[in-house]
Antibody
């Protein structure tokens, strides 16, 4: 059974750095077809993709947040870590990690087939 | 970056209705489109991928179609458990803004 579980602080202060950990089970972070993304959702708002790490350790970031994000992984621990610097109240959200799977049918296609339950982060002094 | 625009942003429908949600990409995306359902307080759930492939375990009343820039999610006969917010996503990256399906 494939699962992902987010962990991290519930409350952070403005200007602080947020560090979130996604612990996965049931698949390997070295599987070439798969990677792990972080997505967030502010209260009452839409989903926003933040960052992704590929099996070969390549990374991809949201253009609008790239300067504040760092994603990394520890394959031996089955963990993916996201750091976001200079937190602001507008960063208050539920943060999800999800497995990005892929396939090929004349073109490559990608989708997030397994999600964690999410962790809620509030930014407040 | 490719932008994804969903319409409508919300709709009211009755049990048994046929519901259609549209997702338009700012440029052609070669069917690399997924649809998710999200209920309040829950993580999104994958419904369809590669525009029209039904995820295992998802009821067959959900279907997807489209090509190029325009894609559609159809619920053939709305059930009580289908009232939720639906998102499209391109390439495992950009999400649409969501469509909330409410009870009429």
């Amino acid at each position: 059974q494939v699962t992902l579980k987010e962990s991290g602080p519930v409350l952070v202060k403005p200007t602080e750095t947020l560090t979130l950990t996604c612990t996965v089970s049931g698949f390997s972070l070295s599987n070439a077809r798969m990677g792990v993304s972080w997505i967030r959702q502010p209260p009452g708002k839409a989903l926003e993709w933040l960052a992704h790490i590929f099996s070969n350790d390549e990374k991809s970031y949201s253009t609008s947040l790239k300067s504040r994000l760092t994603i990394s992984k520890d394959t031996s621990k089955s963990q993916v870590v996201l750091t976001m610097t200079n937190m602001d109240p507008v960063d208050t959200a539920t943060y999800y990690c999800a497995r990005r799977n892929s396939g090929y049918d004349f073109h490559y296609y990608y989708y997030m087939d397994v999600w964690g339950k999410g962790t809620t982060v509030t930014v407040s002094s | 970056d490719i932008q994804m625009t969903q319409s409508p942003s919300s709709l009211s429908a009755s049990v048994g209705d046929r519901v259609t949600i549209t997702c338009r990409a700012s440029q052609g995306i070669s069917n690399s489109l997924a649809w998710y359902q999200q209920k309040p307080g829950k993580a999104p759930k994958l419904l369809l991928y590669a525009a029209s492939r039904l995820e295992s375990g998802v009821p067959s009343r959900f279907s997807g179609s489209g090509s190029g820039t325009d894609y559609t999610l159809t619920i053939s006969s709305l059930q009580p458990e289908d009232f939720a917010t639906y998102y499209c996503q391109h390439q495992g990256w950009t999400f649409g803004q969501g469509t909330k399906v409410e009870i009429k």
